[in-house]
């Protein structure tokens, strides 16, 4: 019996459907007071004036700290260019600037609005190519001082905030030589994760340390990211991870972690806790990047790609995150899947008075991809060729080598993605049933899964259960709560109701690299997979004695262990986890687990922080969709996905990780307006004007599972859930521009420019 | 803050005589509560009026007659009928389904956003409101009510007790269309309303067409139903009233778009709503 592939509950939904389930939003601690923090309320601009004196004199106040109170550090995930509060110069609007601790809320609250400020306005910088002009102000002046987090420095200057660049010989010369050139300008907006439970933190300062509770994707980054702003070694912040009601990327750096534990401090230890309000935590979100992507391709007369440039410049706000180490993905991506001569890629990330974007699924992946194959249809379209023959005629196999000298050994699973979706919805009869006012659109990808590390410790208990002992964290995906439970259950021939996983504790777990880039089921569940082999092989010596057999003729399986080829002649394993504990010690196995990353060409470009993509996963997507002359608002009518998995370790987590990543990307092609003004400030500032789709928006997923079992991978298993976000703005755009017959190139694509292109 | 919390409409006028300056009256609370919770307003009171039963009522025998307690979910299920399927097309698309059990109709008139959905479909059917004060009651038609953006006629003693409607006649057709960027629980970025009435030969003999946020109020297209009104339903005639049915408004650039798109989204909702009244007139 195995439970790989099985339909198991996950171990988290009861509690989470019935209100059980206690979220980092809803953690208390004896003791606790409230803070609130005052944030900037302009983009840029010079305080010349903060007087907190009558926020200290308000009922109930404790502490109020600013920029004079904090260590005189920087802090940041690649550059530290970040610090706790502006003290002189404010840079983006939602910036702390000074933080109160007090009885209630309300009254954290009052006295923060009580604080005197002034701020002298400046001019923001918000425009991508103006920001890169040699007259622009700068938005960190001091940029040259800053110094990497870890490693050599990277190339940037000025408002460049890093920089990739492949120029590889031979781009001026097929373009001199092209039948015929095709250029492409595509923006793309910002996108807010929009989780449903907003950021929060309760730090407590006790015993020297800083205990920080938080609902987190990635407690360890947090632990560092404190400790770089309060300047003490990681060792000396704890972080304690609790349910998370989503996260997406937004929360895999420090938000409010950092404030709540230095208010601790400053309050005289009691325990403090921050939660944002949600307009807080649209404003200072790492959003997904806006970016200006240009492409432009010499092609032959029959299609042949014989060469591209690709230009991006993406909105890095007002401080790093995470995004000077992605900028290489540009160099990834520009490609799409499809063969070309030599191409020249030119990633730029710009600073502005603008929130710092960060990680959103599908990092940097989204709009990329959306112009890749805005750009194939447009040269399909140009040289009359069919979409999908077109795309299937340049498409990676077996071998490909990559810009980066990266070999995809089984891209010619792209080919089977494709075959797969016309199984299920044949591209000429998607064609056939084109009417006017709807489209079809195709596209395909490539994708990582990340290879951070990550480790586990698994204990079989005197019962016969089990506890995992982790770092990871089940941000809603459940990788853990399915995932990782599902393949500790499967090594030790348990039922997945009887093992236990913790919730993250740096204190406890060994590192773990966060969940992100679909990495857990893999990378903890290798991890935990080792640690459940130590576990078994420690299992069969001690029943070895118990059965009078050799340990090798032992196989551990439906809650016993058992003589191969004499099933009846058996022990429980609760009856052998017991024994142990008298003769051997406790039955325990430990496990770690990271992927290196794939071979490439060091020289292929400068500034290549993020040099190759391991674990590769290929995916291949199809909408059918429907325009309304009228409103010019799109409707979705089917979306079909086939996607690489390596292996299906649970089919409704991986379904429900597929759909939701599809919904997301719906939203970001047609829904979610995150605009941003000429002042540098958001204009949705709330739910109700940032809209994210509703059920009613999106059609039932059709998905094709590509099974080619990774030998690395526990039980095969590669990434899912990030893969599928990528292509949804690509296939839908590719639609809707089939269904109207005139290109749109933006991200989203707004009622609005519907109407103009079809009355234009 | 003080909260009166009342059960019978006469208790209900003598709050608001004696407080009616600074009590703000709730019902559902779907507006009422967000704008507390955002500092929109700051009432003395709160005057509590959702357990009064008798502004529960609907007459549809003849002549609507609508409590002001009916709420969205009950009149988007269709409870007055074919005539008013503009009533309920508007009361299903008031933000979602927790909203509609709870909103009112009363509360939706007296909140006078501009984007109110349940307005447009109400003024083509020419209703007119009541109101109760311990003085006294007085019936004015919704258009005259409405003076603009959260601003009715309503004096502070006052309290909208029920809408009224003529009963259609024979030959109607009505709709409610509604422009949001997605399927459901959207505040309206146009809506619009109408309602036409044909004789046996096919001729328009009554045209109400009123449109939601365009201006700082739900209004009539004056222009555009007098130019559908006096022969059938013809493209011209259509054209015409698609032609006019701006004339007079400003429409407006807000947060969920901007004016050039809504010049461009009513001619085409106008033309939609046209086939579709109808052919649920049965022409």
Known sequence: MTVIGERVPRADGQAKVSGEAVYGVDHEEPGMIWGALLRSPVSSGTITRLDTAPALAMPGVHAVITAADAPDAYAGWVLRDQRLF???????????????????????????AAIVLDVEALPAVVDLEQAMTPDSPLVHPDWESYVPAAGPDFPRHGNVAAECIADPPGVDEAFARAYRVITDEFV???????????????????????????????????????????????????????????????????????????????????????????TEDLLTCPSREGAITRIRSAVAADGTILARELEVIADNGACSGEMPWLAAIALHCARGVYQGGPTRVTARLVYTNTAPTGAFRGVNGTYLYHAVERHMDHIAAELTLDRRDYRLRLLFGDGEELLNGQVLHEAGILRQGFDALEALAPWADLEAGRRPYRGIGIGAAWWLTNPGPGSAVVSLREDGTAAVVTAANDNGSGAVSIGVTQIVAERLGIPPEDVFVTLPDT????????SQGSRTTRAVGKAALIAADEVVEKIKA??????????????VAEGSVRVKGAPGTRVPIAMVASTALNTVGPLQGTGSFVTPFPDFNPSCASGLLFPSFPTPTYHVHIAEVEVDPVTGTVRVLRYLVAQEVGRVISPDGTYG?????????????????????????????????????????????EFVALEHPDPDGPYGAKGVAEGPVLLPAAVIANAVCDAIGRPLNSIPITPEEVLAAIQS | MELHAVDSLDAALDVLATRGERCQVLAGGTDVMVQLARGEITPAALLHVE??????????????????????????????????????????????????VVGTIGGNVCNASPAADTVPALLVHDATVTLRSSAGSRTVPLSAFLVGRRATTRAPDELLTAIGMPATGEGSGDVYLKVGRRS?????????????????????????????????????????EAALVGGPLEPDRVDAAASA?????????????????????????????????AQRAGR
């Open chain 1, 507 to 514: 204190d406890i777990a060994g590192y773990d690299g966060g």
């Open chain 2, 184 to 224: 459901a629980m959207e505040v309206a970025i146009v809506g619009l309303a109408m309602r036409l009435r044909f004789d046996e030969a096919g001729t328009v003999t009554e045209a109400r067409v009123a449109l939601a946020s365009v201006g700082p109020r739900p209004q009539r297209a004056t222009g555009a």
């Open chain 1, 542 to 555: 001690v029943a070895a004695g118990l059965l009078e057999a050799a340990p090798d003729d032992l196989e």
């Open chain 2, 51 to 100: 357990r009064i039963e008798a502004l529960r009522g609907i007459e549809v025998d003849g002549p609507i007659t609508l409590g002001a307690l009916v709420t969205h979910r009950e009149l988007a299920k269709g409870v007055l009928g074919d005539g008013f399927r503009s009533v309920a097309e508007s009361a299903a698309t008031v933000g979602g389904r927790q909203t509609q």
């Open chain 1, 657 to 701: 990780q597929v759909s939701g990543a599809v919904a997301q990307g719906i939203g970001y092609a047609l829904h979610e307006s995150l605009r941003i003004g000429e002042d540098g400030r958001y204009r949705e500032r709330t739910l109700e004007s940032y809209r994210l789709p509703l059920a009613v928006d999106i059609p039932r997923v």
């Open chain 2, 245 to 277: 049915v701006l004339d007079g408004v400003e429409p407006v650039d807000d947060l969920r778009a901007t004016a050039a798109y809504r010049r461009r989204v009513v001619p085409g909702l106008l033309r939609r709503a046209a086939g579709i009244c």
């Open chain 1, 86 to 112: 502006a003290s002189d110069r404010v840079r983006y609007e939602g910036q702390p600037i000074a933080a109160v601790a007090a009885e209630t809320l309300a009254q954290a609250r009052a006295a923060a």
């Open chain 1, 188 to 278: 793309a907006q910002r996108q807010y994760q929009a989780y449903i439970e907003p950021k929060s933190a309760v730090g407590i300062f006790r015993g020297g340390r800083y205990t920080v509770h938080t609902a987190h994707q990635f407690p360890f980054n947090v632990r560092d990211r404190v400790a770089q702003f309060l300047d003490v070694r990681p060792s000396a912040v704890r972080v304690v991870g609790h349910t998370i009601g989503g996260g997406f990327g937004a929360k895999l750096d420090a938000g409010l972690e950092p404030y709540a534990a230095l208010l601790s401090r400053a309050a005289g230890g009691l325990p403090v806790k921050l939660v944002n309000t949600r």
